[in-house]
Structures are given as structure tokens and as C-alpha cells.
């Protein structure tokens, strides 16, 4: 397999391309680091305006999707510490998050003083949601090169529970944890158009509901959520246009009651079905799902290349196939 010299993007990437010295295609159409921190300021500027506009409107400033995961408790601790917002924070329970990430997550809103909410969607319909999405390709070519169908059906659910729940309790802003290389700047604040995701929900819930049945459709939205369009929220991912260094980051949270866990992959750190996912996306499609993302973050200097190559092509820690399998009755 042919690696890029300058990021981490293989030859099995859909659509890469090398020149002569080694380098892929989507390096040679990055625009530079001086360019993309033009565009962090720009956006973070939009972010203060959209802030001042949205804060004290009801009893939230502000929802965020937590996971337990380093990124996620970073972007909590700086909302509430830098930006000092009124915070409701949402887990969804997707049956696989880890005991370790459930500590951080206790400790962790306690000590920032933040209310907590967690959302436990049925085991037995989660299992069935996982399960067919090992076993076929229900989305995209396109959002398969960023996602494996594993968790392309989980962060489905977990985003539509989380603007749901926004537009009942009328919270104006939803936050997520995506590290820079997940999604880019200019998307990192934006209004959430209802019409855009009516059609987003259709290409999640659609073969969803086909694969497990409509039991699946209590975790979307409905017509009555749609009339609400008033209420729809603005969606910020702040570490797209923050400074963003991975050990840092773990320094800061570990004041705040957060501790590595031990029991996951190295692309995650709160999910004991992620290196399943991975292993499934691998066989099938001949790349690691994550590794857009970690390109991504090594192209813009956020990490170095050996560090991420490590996390696409390192080791991982044994037995983590055997406990997602275990719990999905594999």
C-alpha cells in the first residue's frame, strides 16, 4: 500500500492521486495553514456575534452532544469556561460507551457545574441498527470515505436526538465536538435549515427504517417538529477555529476529572464498538475510516504525521474486536 509522504491518505483512498515525489492529490489542493487560520479567525468572529445574539433567550444557551470523548469534554470546558454559556449537555447511550467514559462524564459535569442529560435508546433496537449496519452498504460512496456504516448510523441518531431535544427546550445554539479534521471551518457555524435537513433525515431514517423497521423513527424528527422552524438552532463545532493540540487538550481535561481510558482504540475515547466499525470498514472498503479525518488534522499542522500514522496504522490494544462482537451477540 502507497502512502502519502506528506499526510497519511493511501492508495486505496477512493479517487487519490500521487505526483511524482509521493505526494497525494488532496495535499497538492490544500490551499496552506496561513490561509485556513484566516478562516479560524473569521469564523470565531461569527461564533462571538452568533453568541451575544443567542445568550439568556430561555434556559440554555446552548446544547452540546456529549460523548465522554476527550474532543467533546474539551469543547464543554470551553464553552463554559471561555465563552461562559448557560450548557445542557446530551449523551446518547449508544450501549457501547465505556465504564471509564461514563466516570469522565460524571466527574467531568459536576465539576464544571453543567446539567447532564443521558438519552438510552433501546439496547435490543441499537444491536439490530449495528448489526445490519455491518452487513450492508446503506449510504453514500461518498460519506463512507469519512465514516464507517457503523457510525455513520450512530452519529444519525445521536444528531437528530440532540435537535430534537433542542428544538423542544427552543435551545438556539447546538455544539459538537469535532476535531479539526472531522469537518472543515466554513461549516463550523450554521444555521440549521430545515428544508436541508428534511432531506438529511431521509437519507439517514430512509434505509434505516428499511433495514430494522419503524421503531427506528422515534430518534428523528417529526411534522410537528418541522412546523417549528423558528425554533431551529445554529450548529457550532468550535474546534474547527480553535487552537487545537491533542496533548494540551488531554493536560486541560485532566483538571477537570477527565482520565484516558484504557479500553478503547486509538481513534477514540469513549466508544467500545469503534475498532469494530474500524475492522468492518477495512475489509470491506480497503481503508480506515478515520483517516480522512487524520489527514485532515496532519495537513493543517494539528498533529504531526507520525503520531497520525500511529492512530490509522499502529497496533491497537487486543481483545477490543472480541468485546464489541461479544455484545453485539456476533
Known amino acids: 500500500m502507497k502512502i ?4 497519511i491518505l493511501p492508495d486505496t483512498f477512493p479517487g487519490i492521486k500521487f505526483d511524482e515525489h509521493g505526494v497525494c492529490s488532496h495535499c497538492a489542493d490544500f490551499k496552506g495553514i496561513e490561509a485556513l487560520n484566516e478562516h479560524k479567525r473569521e469564523y470565531e468572529k461569527k461564533f462571538l456575534d452568533l453568541v451575544g445574539q443567542s445568550r439568556e433567550k430561555g434556559a440554555y444557551d446552548c ?54 442529560l443521558i438519552f438510552r435508546p433501546r439496547f435490543d433496537l441499537m444491536k439490530k441498527v449495528f448489526l445490519k449496519s455491518s452487513e450492508n ?32 427546550k427552543s435551545v438556539p445554539l447546538i455544539a459538537y465536538g469535532w476535531s479539526p479534521g472531522q469537518a472543515p471551518v466554513q461549516s463550523s457555524v450554521m444555521k440549521v435549515n430545515p428544508q436541508l435537513i428534511r432531506a438529511t433525515q431521509a437519507a439517514t431514517l430512509g ?25 431551529f438552532p445554529h450548529n457550532v463545532h468550535p474546534l474547527a477555529f480553535l ?10 481535561i485532566g483538571q477537570i476529572g477527565w482520565e484516558e481510558p484504557d479500553d ?16 468492518v470498514h477495512i ?5 480506515h475510516p478515520y483517516v480522512w479525518e487524520i489527514a485532515n488534522m496532519v495537513r493543517s499542522g494539528v498533529m504531526d504525521r507520525e503520531d497520525g500514522y500511529k492512530k490509522i496504522y499502529g497496533e491497537q490494544p487486543s481483545g477490543l474486536l472480541t468485546v464489541a462482537k461479544k455484545r453485539l451477540g456476533i
Open 264 to 279: 478503547t482504540d486509538s481513534n477514540s475515547t469513549n466508544c467500545l464498538l469503534n475498532a469494530y466499525a474500524n475492522d
Open 4 to 7: 502519502c509522504s506528506r499526510c
Open 137 to 168: 452498504d446503506i449510504y453514500s460512496k461518498k460519506t463512507l470515505e469519512r465514516a464507517s456504516t457503523i457510525c455513520t448510523s450512530c452519529i444519525g441518531i445521536v444528531k437528530f436526538v440532540t435537535l430534537k431535544t433542542a428544538i423542544e
Open 283 to 287: 475489509k470491506r472498503f480497503g481503508f
Open 243 to 252: 487552537d487545537y493540540n491533542e496533548e494540551r487538550i488531554i493536560k486541560e
Open 207 to 231: 434505509p434505516l427504517s428499511k433495514l430494522v423497521g419503524d421503531e427506528v423513527n422515534a430518534y428523528f424528527l417529526t411534522e410537528d417538529h418541522f412546523a417549528l422552524a423558528d425554533r
Open 63 to 116: 446544547m452540546i452532544a456529549y460523548s465522554g470523548g476527550k474532543d467533546s469534554t474539551y469543547t464543554l470546558k470551553v464553552l463554559k469556561e471561555r465563552y461562559n454559556l448557560r450548557i445542557l449537555a446530551l449523551t446518547i447511550d449508544n450501549g457501547f460507551i465505556s465504564e471509564r467514559a461514563f466516570k469522565n462524564m460524571c466527574s467531568v459535569s459536576e465539576n464544571l457545574g453543567v446539567d447532564h
